[in-house]
């Protein structure tokens, strides 16, 4: 190619900037238990797709942010993201090959963890429990990520992001 | 494979950096302060996710049929009436326990001030009962500073920044309130249990004298909360053989998943002990 590239980074970063809005849209208090993680899966999205450009100071970046949005205590997100999108940079060359069905198994799974670490780190020494409900929003991101891969890449190759 | 190394290296980086904040934000608090500032980075994301809701109002607003609008009107018209009368009623009844406060030698009951502000964002996370308002310290909201809504006792202010501030609901799993008995003035502490129906008393003995129905109301003990705004009333007292505390629950009175329109209190006396407190 002789043209001058265009990475369009601003492409993925209107897309986070969605998912930041719809993680912070006020819902009622049974879809909230199962509202997806949609921050963490677009942002996998590109880590996979696009690993040499979003690693783990983006991850660390937007936890912090998601952390102010919802006013956790400020590093809970950040430390899920960065273990996350760690666990993901080591296998997205793997990730690539999958089905779309297994890789929304390890999305399933890789938001569980990132579900737990939040869950454990926020509940420090407060008298909330519930269960296991915490983990419901995992499946549903799994579910999600059937969708969402189809449009991030329609999108990706529409705007030519590189 | 030096690109693997490296990732491992940031990684651990990274970690150790967010566990460190971690620790940070449990142990100090100058990490309200910086949370001020860093929360004017989220606070346009905010904003925009309440513009669907804002323009809808506006829009609903400006085509209203003119028939609704009258009988809007109307019906407002009746209930200001009706309100007008029981603040005629006050006035005098306020005279009257001037005049009885006086007698007893008293301190008097300062009038709070108290201004009104809209919800702009709710916490996304069921664990965390927090609510958005527009009003920063910019516009003189502080941190502790109670909220009421048209019924009731909604929570109280936990962080600010200069436009938006972050309002603690009393059902949080992390909230307690000190109230008291309506009817004997019993005293008592409201603990939130992380669900938007419940508070939960739990010091009081099996024999206390409370039963269903009975308003709970703020106590003003803990200089926190304004004396005599009502919290809860309670739905369920259950004595438990063999156990020395009763289990009673109480359902918040302020509409905690619906209201819109929020009043931030500011008592004189507060405003000081807060003023003491960052000193």
């Given at each position: ?56 100071g983006w991850a660390f970046i937007l936890g912090l942010l998601l952390d102010l949005l919802q006013g956790n205590h400020i590093g809970v997100n950040a430390l899920a993201m960065v273990v996350v999108t760690f666990f993901s940079m080591l296998m997205y060359r793997r990730l690539r090959m999958y089905r779309s069905w297994q890789q929304a198994f390890v999305v399933f799974f890789l938001v569980a963890i990132n579900q737990c670490i939040s869950y ?43 | ?279």
């Amino acid at each position: 190619m002789i043209a001058p590239r265009s990475h369009n980074l601003w492409v993925p970063i209107v897309t986070l900037l969605v998912a930041f809005m719809l993680s912070a849209l006020p819902m009622p208090e049974w879809v909230q238990w199962g509202w997806p993680e949609w921050v963490l899966v677009v942002f996998l999205y590109w880590v996979i797709a696009l690993p040499h450009r979003f690693g783990l100071g983006w991850a660390f970046i937007l936890g912090l942010l998601l952390d102010l949005l919802q006013g956790n205590h400020i590093g809970v997100n950040a430390l899920a993201m960065v273990v996350v999108t760690f666990f993901s940079m080591l296998m997205y060359r793997r990730l690539r090959m999958y089905r779309s069905w297994q890789q929304a198994f390890v999305v399933f799974f890789l938001v569980a963890i990132n579900q737990c670490i939040s869950y454990w780190f926020q509940g420090i020494g407060s008298n909330a429990s519930s269960g296991l409900w915490f983990l419901l929003p995992a499946p549903i991101s799994g579910l999600l990520w059937l969708w969402l891969f189809v449009v991030l890449r329609g999108i990706r190759r529409a705007f030519k992001v590189a | 494979m030096f690109k693997g190394r490296s990732t491992v290296k940031k990684f651990i980086i990274y970690g150790l950096i967010s566990i460190s904040l971690i620790i940070a934000d449990y142990q100090f608090d100058q990490m309200q302060r910086i949370r001020a500032w860093l929360s004017l980075a989220v606070t346009p994301v905010q904003w925009l996710v309440d513009v669907p809701q804002r323009s809808w109002t506006w829009l609903d607003e400006r085509l209203q049929v003119r028939d609704e609008l009258i009988a809007e009107n109307k019906q407002l018209r009746a209930q200001t009436l009706l309100a007008e009368r029981r603040v005629q009623k006050l006035a005098a009844l306020t005279v009257e326990n001037f005049r009885l406060r006086d007698l007893l030698n008293s301190s008097e009951q300062l009038d709070e001030k108290v201004i009104v502000t809209e919800l702009i964002g709710i916490n996304s996370d069921p664990f965390i009962h927090q609510v958005i308002i527009n009003n920063g310290f910019n516009s003189g909201a502080f941190v502790g500073q109670p909220v009421l809504d048209a019924t009731g006792v909604m929570g109280q202010v936990t962080s600010t920044s200069a436009f938006t501030s972050r309002v603690l609901l009393i059902t949080d799993a992390d909230h307690a309130i000190p109230v008291q008995v309506n009817r004997n003035s019993l005293r008592s502490v409201a603990y939130g249990l992380g669900q938007y129906d419940y508070l939960e008393l739990q010091d009081l003995s099996d024999t206390a004298d409370i039963e269903v129905g009975d308003v709970l109301v703020s106590s003003g003990l803990g200089l926190r909360f304004p004396k005599g705004y009502p919290v809860a009333r309670v739905i369920e007292v259950r004595h438990m053989p063999g156990k020395d505390f009763a289990k009673v629950l109480a359902k918040p009175t302020a509409q905690l998943d619906r209201s819109r329109h929020l009043l931030l209190i500011e008592t004189p006396q507060q405003q000081n002990v807060f003023q003491q407190e960052g000193n």
